[in-house]
């Protein structure tokens, strides 16, 4: 089959490489329909997440038609066309009768933190990725989400990661009716967590980035207020100013391990590699939110040091809450928004590009030209 492979930081390209088989009698292969790049795939292919091995294909963000299934599938039939959670997960762990499906135990042991993901490194257990034309899916009792006939599959590619990771970090808010909100970062998961905060009741949402376009589009897709970083001297300040010197009640990052604006974090974090990330954001999170406020992290770091100013996070009495979206969990309220017509997440998709030109599709979205926002992979063959 064609699959994406990574070579080494800024170096991937495509092969042909054996197909996946089924491997467990829970396991289903799954014919891969749509694939997508993910800013955190951005991580992987810059060099930042440990563990990335060559040889290793990305893709956490993908829907399918199911071509075969072990012989203890029981809910998945050949034919099926199901949205796959980035989530691996066992749904008997401890964390998965928890619903946080983003910390299963069974699926990456030895682990510290993180649980199963697709195409994401060796530290979040080694799976390979969809952006591939098969995937072999485990645990396919739990984790697939058969598609409703009436959902786009384009919608359907964005239920897998995208708009659930930007309405849990909205919902880790723990926005209150009339709460001003802002948003780091305008990527596609910072474009839903804006979206979505208007969902929970926010009176006032203001999303952060350095990219004009990118702050173009969030404010046509989500009607909210921007900051362009670059205008600004002192984000902090800022935003005091603009919320009568209080500070916002939320503040989302939702940009993680590359953020720019603050030269000495970025030489040590991105560049050196002293710290796991540039904690730019989560500096402005914590100093900018008022008194009381909460703070919601789903930026990717590494899972090493970050230098945090955890004083300010006691003496200000924040709630800082941060985790990987448990998708599964957000799936019955997203669909019914998207079949309600609240919100419609394939418009945030620019790019469709052919899963052959991987290599360019990467080049496009990591160096943001052709004011790419969202790629979608076709693999060979599909219509799309």
Same mark, same amino acid.
């Given at each position: 089959?064609?699959a994406m492979?990574?070579?080494?930081?800024y170096?991937i390209r495509t092969v042909q490489k054996?197909?996946?088989?089924?491997?467990?009698?829970?396991?289903?292969?799954?014919q891969?329909?749509?694939?997508?790049?993910?800013?955190?795939?951005l991580?992987?292919?810059?060099?930042?997440?440990?563990?990335?091995?060559?040889?290793?294909?990305?893709g956490h963000?993908?829907?399918?038609?199911?071509?075969?299934?072990?012989?203890?599938?029981?809910?998945?039939?050949?034919?099926?066309?199901?949205?796959?959670?980035?989530?691996?997960?066992?749904?008997?762990?401890?964390?998965?009768?928890?619903?946080?499906?983003?910390?299963?135990h069974?699926?990456?042991?030895?682990?510290?933190?993180?649980?199963?993901?697709?195409?994401?490194?060796?530290?979040?257990?080694?799976?390979?990725?969809?952006q591939? !034309?098969?995937?072999r899916?485990?645990?396919?009792?739990?984790?697939?989400?058969?598609?409703?006939?009436?959902?786009?599959?384009?919608?359907?590619?964005?239920?897998?990661?995208?708009?659930?990771?930007?309405y849990?970090?909205?919902?880790?808010?723990?926005?209150? !009716?009339g709460?001003?909100?802002?948003?780091?970062?305008?990527?596609?998961?910072?474009?839903?967590?804006?979206?979505?905060?208007?969902?929970?009741?926010?009176?006032r949402?203001?999303?952060v980035?350095?990219?004009?376009?990118?702050?173009?589009?969030?404010?046509?897709?989500?009607?909210?207020?921007?900051?362009?970083?670059?205008e600004?001297?002192?984000?902090?300040?800022?935003?005091k100013?603009?919320?009568?010197?209080?500070g916002?009640?939320?503040?989302?990052?939702?940009v993680?391990?590359?953020?720019?604006?603050?030269f000495?974090?970025?030489?040590t974090?991105?560049?050196?590699?002293?710290q796991?990330?540039s904690a730019?954001?989560?500096?402005?999170?914590?100093?900018?939110?008022?008194k009381?406020?909460t703070?919601?992290?789903v930026g990717?770091?590494?899972?090493?040091?970050?230098?945090?100013?955890m004083?300010?996070?006691v003496?200000?009495?924040?709630?800082?809450?941060?985790?990987?979206?448990?998708?599964?969990?957000?799936?019955?309220?997203?669909?019914?928004?998207?079949?309600?017509?609240?919100? !419609?997440?394939?418009?945030?998709?620019?790019?469709?590009?052919?899963l052959?030109?991987?290599a360019?599709?990467?080049?496009?979205?990591?160096?943001?030209?052709d004011?790419?926002?969202?790629?979608v992979?076709?693999p060979?063959?599909?219509?799309q």
């Amino acid at each position: 089959m064609l699959a994406m492979e990574y070579r080494g930081p800024y170096r991937i390209r495509t092969v042909q490489k054996p197909e996946p088989r089924i491997e467990h009698p829970n396991d289903a292969i799954v014919q891969v329909l749509r694939s997508c790049i993910c800013g955190s795939d951005l991580h992987l292919y810059h060099g930042l997440v440990p563990d990335t091995r060559v040889g290793s294909t990305f893709g956490h963000e993908f829907v399918g038609r199911v071509i075969e299934v072990g012989s203890s599938v029981r809910n998945l039939a050949i034919g099926d066309t199901v949205l796959v959670p980035f989530n691996i997960f066992c749904g008997t762990c401890f964390f998965c009768r928890k619903e946080l499906f983003g910390n299963c135990h069974n699926v990456n042991p030895e682990a510290t933190a993180a649980g199963g993901i697709y195409g994401y490194s060796h530290t979040t257990g080694g799976y390979d990725g969809g952006q591939a !034309e098969y995937v072999r899916v485990p645990l396919a009792d739990v984790g697939p989400t058969k598609i409703p006939p009436w959902m786009k599959l384009d919608d359907a590619v964005l239920l897998t990661d995208a708009f659930p990771t930007g309405y849990q970090a909205a919902e880790m808010g723990s926005i209150k !009716e009339g709460d001003t909100v802002v948003v780091f970062g305008a990527g596609p998961v910072g474009i839903f967590a804006a979206k979505s905060a208007w969902l929970l009741g926010a009176g006032r949402v203001i999303v952060v980035d350095h990219v004009e376009y990118r702050l173009e589009f969030v404010r046509n897709f989500a009607q909210c207020e921007t900051v362009n970083l670059k205008e600004v001297d002192d984000m902090v300040v800022h935003l005091k100013k603009m919320t009568d010197w209080l500070g916002p009640d939320v503040c989302v990052d939702a940009v993680g391990a590359e953020a720019v604006g603050d030269f000495l974090q970025h030489l040590t974090g991105v560049k050196l590699l002293l710290q796991a990330g540039s904690a730019t954001v989560l500096h402005w999170c914590i100093n900018s939110v008022r008194k009381g406020g909460t703070v919601s992290v789903v930026g990717v770091y590494g899972p090493t040091f970050n230098a945090v100013p955890m004083g300010n996070v006691v003496n200000k009495g924040l709630t800082l809450r941060a985790n990987q979206a448990s998708v599964k969990r957000h799936l019955p309220r997203l669909i019914e928004h998207i079949e309600a017509g609240r919100v !419609e997440p394939h418009k945030i998709i620019t790019h469709r590009v052919p899963l052959e030109e991987v290599a360019d599709a990467y080049h496009v979205f990591s160096s943001k030209l052709d004011n790419c926002i969202k790629t979608v992979l076709i693999p060979p063959g599909v219509t799309q």
